[in-house]
């Protein structure tokens, strides 16, 4: 797939170009049908003059026109659980249901992670930019940590400049609602050319190359025990620095302590807790904020034992999760 | 270059001479160069008597998957827009006349993408389009906030 010589970035290195003409082309063919894909890329692409602009403006266009199919991915995921020891049926539904996930994406517009990785580097290639499609486990609060056994999520890489990059169209798209579990468009640029070591917190490619690391690549279990985070992590952080682990063991008096960096400058009034000892959730301020630039040194101390869920919170956007089991002295 | 000029204006001995006082390099260079002016007088010879607009022809074809025929099938001309897309029996009539080399991209949802070069006899074009081989999953993000299983 890719050599051993190969640079990875991130979106920073196309901090010059300004991707307002690129999103403005996918917003204009928001009627297009997927009926045909060669058509639809060339008029995604062929007034922008730079990969990155061409790119982006077929990613924009999937993540803004291609709906999650919250039903389909439900029953998939029961499917795959129930034939995961029997490969003869889990690969008999594996071809099945890639004929009703095209049917559904052709007339619905509608489907879940693979089609959307399948999309974009569908209308990649016909506009000749390098981009796969990436299979692997897809960590989320809502994910049951216990039954990650299956691959369970797809994304891109795209090679532009001669680097790889990393992106991800389902999570880009939108959230499903948490009440009605209808999904909602709410396009998060977070997850364009991401920061590699942002992305590993809760991306885990089946094919190691995909990591697009240059220091150490998490084992499985390393990855299971990472914090929690969200959506808008990705809007906020460039990456989580400290700790590498989700669940904390400390004693009374002694302090969570977390190190991040940021996109754009804070304030200490955008940062708080919301600290759930599983019976009352609570806003609370941390005990203490330290901004370098777009560095932030945060830490908070317990005064009193017990099992505490810890969410970090910066602008009122809930960013990611601690476990901490304060023991009795 | 001196070799093959002394190869053109002397004899067949000449360059028996020529070749066994030179390095096999300088042979190679001299062969190399014969090929070269025999094919440049060929290809001369072909652009007066056959020029490329001759071949151009109405291709037709026919775009099926393992159980029959596909309809709604893209067919385009590669590196342009002109392209037609198949019938409810899968066939297709290509709306510009193509010549040998062109290029058809053939795609469809689902199907790897496929590429037809048109060959100096080709006429109808027949294809089977292969499934994209892709395991589909998908899960979701969640703004839901985490919440531990607890014994309470």
Same mark, same amino acid.
């Given at each position: 797939m890719i050599g051993q010589s190969h640079f990875y970035g991130q979106v920073s290195d196309f901090?010059?170009? +300004? %991707?307002k003409k690129a999103d403005s082309i996918a917003l204009s063919l928001s009627? #297009?049908? /997927?009926? =045909?894909l060669p058509e639809l890329s060339l008029k995604l692409t062929e007034? /922008? +003059?730079?990969d990155v602009e061409r790119f982006r403006a077929i990613y924009r266009w999937v993540c803004d026109n291609i709906a999650n199919d919250y039903s389909l991915y439900l029953k998939n995921s029961r499917k795959r659980q129930r034939y995961k020891d029997d490969s003869l049926k889990f690969k008999a539904w594996n071809t099945k249901f890639r004929q009703i996930i095209f049917k559904n994406l052709l007339k619905r517009e509608r489907t879940i992670c693979t089609g959307y990785a399948y999309l974009v580097k569908t209308l990649s290639d016909l506009a000749n930019i390098d981009c796969e499609i990436v299979q692997g486990y897809g960590r989320v609060s809502t994910t049951n940590i216990d039954k990650l056994n299956l691959p369970n999520h797809s994304w891109n890489a795209v090679k532009l400049n001669d680097k790889w990059y990393l992106c991800d169209p389902t999570w880009a798209s939108g959230i499903p =609602? &948490?009440?009605?579990n209808r999904f909602k468009f709410a396009y998060n640029n977070g997850f364009f050319l991401t920061n590699p070591k942002l992305f590993a917190v809760n991306h885990f490619p089946? +094919?190691?190359?995909?990591? /697009?690391? =240059?220091d150490t690549i998490p084992t499985f279990d390393q990855f299971l025990g990472a914090p929690v985070i969200y959506g808008n992590a990705y809007k906020h /952080? #460039? %990456?989580?620095? $400290? &700790?590498? $682990?989700m669940h904390h063991d400390i004693k009374k008096h002694q302090s969570l302590n977390l190190v991040m960096t940021v996109k754009a400058n804070l304030n200490k009034e955008d940062l708080h807790l919301l600290i759930d000892n599983g019976i009352e959730p609570k806003k609370v301020n941390l005990s203490s904020i330290n901004i370098e630039g777009k560095q932030l040194k945060l830490s908070h101390t317990f005064d009193k034992f017990g099992f505490y869920d810890v969410h970090l919170y910066i602008k009122n956007d809930l960013i990611a999760t601690y476990t901490v089991d304060v023991a009795q002295n | 270059m001196t070799v093959s000029l002394a190869v053109n204006k002397n004899t067949g001995i000449m360059k028996t001479q020529v070749l066994t006082q030179k390095s096999s390099i300088s042979t190679l260079s001299l062969l190399t160069l014969l090929i070269l002016l025999f094919t440049l007088n060929t290809a001369i010879g072909q652009t007066n008597t056959d020029t490329p607009t001759t071949n151009e022809r109405v291709i037709k074809g026919l775009i099926s998957d393992e159980n029959g025929p596909l309809k709604d099938v893209n067919v385009r001309k590669k590196g342009s827009r002109n392209g037609v897309v198949t019938n409810e029996k899968g066939e297709f009539t290509f709306p510009e006349k193509l010549k040998t080399g062109d290029v058809l991209l053939i795609s469809f949802i689902g199907f790897e993408t496929q590429e037809y070069i048109i060959g100096a006899e080709t006429t109808f074009v027949s294809l089977v389009l292969t499934e994209a081989m892709i395991e589909m999953i998908g899960a979701l993000d969640a703004n839901t906030p985490y919440r531990s299983k607890r014994k309470n």
């Amino acid at each position: 797939m890719i050599g051993q010589s190969h640079f990875y970035g991130q979106v920073s290195d196309f901090s010059h170009i +300004d %991707f307002k003409k690129a999103d403005s082309i996918a917003l204009s063919l928001s009627s #297009e049908r /997927l009926t =045909n894909l060669p058509e639809l890329s060339l008029k995604l692409t062929e007034h /922008l +003059d730079t990969d990155v602009e061409r790119f982006r403006a077929i990613y924009r266009w999937v993540c803004d026109n291609i709906a999650n199919d919250y039903s389909l991915y439900l029953k998939n995921s029961r499917k795959r659980q129930r034939y995961k020891d029997d490969s003869l049926k889990f690969k008999a539904w594996n071809t099945k249901f890639r004929q009703i996930i095209f049917k559904n994406l052709l007339k619905r517009e509608r489907t879940i992670c693979t089609g959307y990785a399948y999309l974009v580097k569908t209308l990649s290639d016909l506009a000749n930019i390098d981009c796969e499609i990436v299979q692997g486990y897809g960590r989320v609060s809502t994910t049951n940590i216990d039954k990650l056994n299956l691959p369970n999520h797809s994304w891109n890489a795209v090679k532009l400049n001669d680097k790889w990059y990393l992106c991800d169209p389902t999570w880009a798209s939108g959230i499903p =609602n &948490p009440e009605t579990n209808r999904f909602k468009f709410a396009y998060n640029n977070g997850f364009f050319l991401t920061n590699p070591k942002l992305f590993a917190v809760n991306h885990f490619p089946v +094919d190691s190359t995909w990591w /697009l690391l =240059n220091d150490t690549i998490p084992t499985f279990d390393q990855f299971l025990g990472a914090p929690v985070i969200y959506g808008n992590a990705y809007k906020h /952080l #460039e %990456f989580v620095d $400290q &700790p590498k $682990q989700m669940h904390h063991d400390i004693k009374k008096h002694q302090s969570l302590n977390l190190v991040m960096t940021v996109k754009a400058n804070l304030n200490k009034e955008d940062l708080h807790l919301l600290i759930d000892n599983g019976i009352e959730p609570k806003k609370v301020n941390l005990s203490s904020i330290n901004i370098e630039g777009k560095q932030l040194k945060l830490s908070h101390t317990f005064d009193k034992f017990g099992f505490y869920d810890v969410h970090l919170y910066i602008k009122n956007d809930l960013i990611a999760t601690y476990t901490v089991d304060v023991a009795q002295n | 270059m001196t070799v093959s000029l002394a190869v053109n204006k002397n004899t067949g001995i000449m360059k028996t001479q020529v070749l066994t006082q030179k390095s096999s390099i300088s042979t190679l260079s001299l062969l190399t160069l014969l090929i070269l002016l025999f094919t440049l007088n060929t290809a001369i010879g072909q652009t007066n008597t056959d020029t490329p607009t001759t071949n151009e022809r109405v291709i037709k074809g026919l775009i099926s998957d393992e159980n029959g025929p596909l309809k709604d099938v893209n067919v385009r001309k590669k590196g342009s827009r002109n392209g037609v897309v198949t019938n409810e029996k899968g066939e297709f009539t290509f709306p510009e006349k193509l010549k040998t080399g062109d290029v058809l991209l053939i795609s469809f949802i689902g199907f790897e993408t496929q590429e037809y070069i048109i060959g100096a006899e080709t006429t109808f074009v027949s294809l089977v389009l292969t499934e994209a081989m892709i395991e589909m999953i998908g899960a979701l993000d969640a703004n839901t906030p985490y919440r531990s299983k607890r014994k309470n």
